[in-house]
């Protein structure tokens, strides 16, 4: 990389004294602590209403399902080690490539990445907690039961088994008999009011929490990924709802919205899925850029190019993503001009991520780079996501995709953008945020050694098979047949997912390791810009004891993160303006009761009862989730204060 000039370094010194300021004073502390701290009972563990807290309970817990799911994938990478193998039965095939497919997607990705944003949203825009802290408790609960939910299928032995996807006929009722459909379609419903509340509160959050000072235009970049995944959220879920409905409503009550024989037409499902599911491809993509469009510049040293440029490339990347879903449904025999079109428009979604990639070359070129393990990761997710372009643009153009459709080409190049580009920028993030939120740094070298591992086992694994695809290789099958040249690619594929696998354990070691005997990292151990890291490793229960005044873009390197107001005379935070975040009152925030806890496990009786059609059960699941829902939102006067701060 180039030389930079001088200057950035130099004022990020000078910020050391700024941030003090944002301490304590004596005797509000206490005053802060008692009303902001989680008591020290088991009922309050479980109900508390921490955005920190229930952050890392969101991360850990994801990162349990992403275990399940890595499970899932090594014994399927183990059938297909050799041809016609017998591991495997077809059926237990198949389900085992719907709960992987499934979990990676709804239980691991999309998750995780909301539990760094709940945990850390208010930290970067200077706010004490979420907007609605009990609607997150409240999302969590929804969310761990509905993993629960779908998991439990295995018990009784009847997991989904029509692919995350769920196509139908292959899911309605004359070809699938069993709950297996029905655990997919009520899970999903059930996740979904997680997925929603927990993106409400975020944009919420976003547009009237900020800082004073914090304009739209000098927010974080991870925030504007954030707010634009969280609004595709809310309006990509409904397709999948009604999607879901129907199927349900089909299944078990004779509507027909589906079924050919009498009217209704497969093809609606796969439309609806894909309003839904192409969105929710950058959903799970976005907020790894935005956390690369956070590291990139720390471990360059200097601000991030088009800062601007790129926050436009994000909301225009979430737009976008919403008129292209008809990509995954080339061969199935819509009209040429439909085909044409949606190709087109493919291609074009590929620009705003080429500008990002350009932003972050440039930060780096101008920057002086600094190789640590975070950074390591943004680079590789770099590299694989760069891969991952290319084999899509490739396959949004039509004559290619008639060829590769339905071949390995395909979930070669969806791990590539999937795989490779979320899980190695949630490992960055990781390495990034482990010392904020732990006070510890994980050990540098093992660190390296896992990315190295990592980066081989991955590109052994999924390399291969865009060859095994182009050599006719089809997916979502149990296996194939020998003397194809398959057996070469498959072999090599399974190797490297083991290699990849032993990668990630690594870094599992590392953390269970630093958690107690990592070096303690202090506030600021990368020399970074952003507000999270004026304050205390890790953040007290009040996260700031006094509000901070932002006055630039990097408020740490330039300087300037003056104290504003104390605000400890009740569970308050600041109301700014959505725009120019100007102070416009103070909110007060509720504290934990048991009631969110309550509704999810209520809402969770409910869904069972529906599984097992029990009218009772029904009946009983949805009065007493209605009173849980009244108790909890009985009234408790809180006040909303006007300010002149
Ligand atoms: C250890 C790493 C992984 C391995 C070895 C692996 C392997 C596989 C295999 C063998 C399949 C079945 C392909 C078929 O039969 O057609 C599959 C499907 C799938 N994987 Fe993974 N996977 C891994 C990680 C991930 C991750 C991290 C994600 C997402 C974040 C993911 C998302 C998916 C999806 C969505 C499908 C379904 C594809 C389809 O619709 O056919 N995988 N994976
Ligand atoms: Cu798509």
Redesign the pocket.
Known sequence: MAPRTAGHIDRRFAAEDATAALDAKPGSAERLDALWETPHTWLAWLTTVDHKALGIRYIVTACVF?VL??LE??V??LQ?ARPEAHLLSPEA?NRL?TM??TT??FL??QPVLSGFSFYLTPLLIGARELAFPRLNTFSYYVFLLAGVFLYAAFIIGQAPDA???NYTPLASLPFDTGHNIDFYAIGLLFLGVATTVGSINLVVTILRLRAPGMSLDRMPLFLWSSLTTSVAVIASMPALTVALLFLELERRWHFVFLDPRWGGTPLLWQHLFWVFGHPWVYI?FLPATGMLSMIIPVFSRRPMVGHNIVALATVATGLAGFGVWVHHMFVTGIPQVSVGFFSAGSMIVSIPSAVQIAAWFTTMWYGRVVFQTPMLFALGFILQFVIGGISGVMTAVVPFDWQAHDT?F??AH??YV??GG??FAMFAAIYYWFPKMTGRLLNERLGRVSFWVMFAG?NL?FFPMHIAGLLGMA????TYLPGLGLDGVNLA?TIG?VV??GG?VLTLVNLLQSLHHGAASGRDPWHANTLEWSIVSPPEPFNFAQIPIVSSREPLWDGGVAAGPTLDQGRFTLLTTPLDAHPDGVVELPGQNVWPLIISLTLLGLCTALLVRSPLGIAAGAVTSIIAAARWMWPVHLRTLETDA
């Open positions: 992403l799911g890595g994938a090594a399927m990478r297909l095939y490539f992987h497919g990676m997607m691991f990705i692919g995350w996807f799970v390995y395909v979930v969806l791990h999937l795989a979320s899980l991955f694994a997916r979502r099958v149990y594929s997912a990849f696998i990630t």
